[in-house]
C-alpha cells in the first residue's frame, strides 16, 4: 500500500469517481423493486413513464441535473392533473344522508330543485376557469329548476387569487340563476382564511356555510326557502 501511494499516484487518478460508481450500483441493486416496477407499469403507466425518464436522466446525466429533471417531470405531473379537474355533480347514498360521487353498483338520487357539486382539488389559477365554466354549466343544465347550489368543499385545501374571483363570477351567476349558493364542509384552515381574505366568506354569508351537505339542505333547501318567505325572513 505504501508503495503504491508512493509511486502509482497515477493509477489512483481514478479511483475515487470508479468507487463511487461501484457503491451506486450496489446501492441500486437493493432499491430497485421489479415488483413495484410491475405494478406502477400496470396500474399507473404515465408514472412508469416518468420513472423511466429519471432513470434515463440521471445515468446519461449528472447526478445533481437527472434527479432535478425526475423532480421538475413530477411537479408538472401533479399540476397537470390538477388542470383536468373538474365539478362533478354528487347524488345522495338511497336512506342516508351522505353525498357521493355517481356510480356503480347502487344508483344515487337527486333532490328536487338542489344542486351538490364538488371539486376535488385545491383552487388555483391553473384550474380556476375550468372550476367556474363547469359549475356554471351544471347549474345552466337544470335550466330555471335549481334553487339551491351547494358546494362541497371537503378537497378543497387552497384558495389563491385568481381561484377566488372565479369564486365569486360563480356565485354571482348562480344568483342570476335564481338560486342560493352554500359552502359546506370547507376544512381546510387556509381555505377558511381565503374566504376571509377575499371577501368570499361575507358575500354568501356566514349562515351559508355549513359543517355537512345535509345541514346546508335542511337550512336552505326549497321547502325552507318557501317558508322563510312566508314567514317574511330574509
Same mark, same amino acid.
Given at each position: 500500500?505504501?508503495?503504491?501511494?508512493?509511486?502509482? #499516484?497515477?493509477? !489512483?487518478?481514478? @479511483?475515487?469517481? %470508479? =468507487?463511487?460508481?461501484?457503491? /451506486?450500483? &450496489? *446501492?441500486?441493486?437493493?432499491?430497485?423493486?421489479?415488483?413495484?416496477?410491475?405494478?406502477?407499469?400496470?396500474?399507473?403507466?404515465?408514472?412508469?413513464?416518468?420513472?423511466?425518464?429519471?432513470?434515463?436522466?440521471?445515468?446519461?446525466?449528472?447526478?445533481?441535473?437527472?434527479?432535478?429533471?425526475?423532480?421538475?417531470?413530477?411537479?408538472?405531473?401533479?399540476?397537470?392533473?390538477?388542470?383536468?379537474?373538474?365539478?362533478?355533480?354528487?347524488?345522495?347514498?338511497?336512506?342516508?344522508?351522505?353525498?357521493?360521487?355517481?356510480?356503480?353498483?347502487?344508483? #344515487?338520487?337527486? !333532490?328536487?330543485? @338542489?344542486?351538490? %357539486? =364538488?371539486?376535488?382539488?385545491? /383552487?388555483? &389559477? *391553473?384550474?380556476?376557469?375550468?372550476?367556474?365554466?363547469?359549475?356554471?354549466?351544471?347549474?345552466?343544465?337544470?335550466?330555471?329548476?335549481?334553487?339551491?347550489?351547494?358546494?362541497?368543499?371537503?378537497?378543497?385545501?387552497?384558495?389563491?387569487?385568481?381561484?377566488?374571483?372565479?369564486?365569486?363570477?360563480?356565485?354571482?351567476?348562480?344568483?342570476?340563476?335564481?338560486?342560493?349558493?352554500?359552502?359546506?364542509?370547507?376544512?381546510?384552515?387556509?381555505?377558511?382564511?381565503?374566504?376571509?381574505?377575499?371577501?368570499?366568506?361575507?358575500?354568501?354569508?356566514?349562515?351559508?356555510?355549513?359543517?355537512? @351537505?345535509?345541514? %346546508?339542505?335542511?337550512?336552505?333547501?326549497?321547502?325552507?326557502?318557501?317558508?322563510?318567505?312566508?314567514?317574511?325572513?330574509?
Amino acid at each position: 500500500m505504501l508503495a503504491l501511494g508512493a509511486f502509482g #499516484g497515477g493509477l !489512483l487518478a481514478n @479511483v475515487p469517481q %470508479a =468507487a463511487l460508481a461501484g457503491v /451506486l450500483m &450496489f *446501492v441500486a441493486q437493493h432499491i430497485l423493486r421489479w415488483k413495484v416496477f410491475a405494478s406502477v407499469y400496470r396500474q399507473a403507466p404515465v408514472e412508469f413513464v416518468l420513472i423511466l425518464i429519471t432513470m434515463a436522466a440521471i445515468v446519461v446525466l449528472p447526478i445533481e441535473t437527472g434527479v432535478a429533471v425526475g423532480i421538475g417531470l413530477s411537479l408538472l405531473h401533479g399540476i397537470w392533473s390538477a388542470t383536468r379537474t373538474e365539478p362533478i355533480e354528487l347524488e345522495q347514498v338511497p336512506g342516508t344522508s351522505v353525498w357521493w360521487p355517481p356510480g356503480k353498483p347502487s344508483a #344515487g338520487e337527486q !333532490l328536487s330543485g @338542489v344542486l351538490v %357539486a =364538488a371539486f376535488q382539488a385545491p /383552487l388555483s &389559477f *391553473v384550474n380556476a376557469d375550468r372550476f367556474k365554466r363547469g359549475l356554471c354549466d351544471l347549474i345552466d343544465a337544470r335550466n330555471e329548476t335549481v334553487k339551491l347550489v351547494v358546494l362541497e368543499a371537503s378537497n378543497i385545501v387552497e384558495i389563491d387569487y385568481t381561484a377566488a374571483q372565479a369564486l365569486i363570477d360563480t356565485i354571482l351567476h348562480c344568483r342570476k340563476a335564481g338560486a342560493v349558493f352554500a359552502i359546506a364542509r370547507l376544512e381546510s384552515l387556509r381555505a377558511q382564511a381565503a374566504l376571509k381574505r377575499f371577501g368570499i366568506a361575507e358575500m354568501v354569508g356566514t349562515q351559508h356555510i355549513f359543517h355537512s @351537505v345535509d345541514a %346546508a339542505i335542511k337550512s336552505l333547501g326549497p321547502g325552507k326557502q318557501q317558508q322563510q318567505e312566508q314567514d317574511g325572513v330574509p
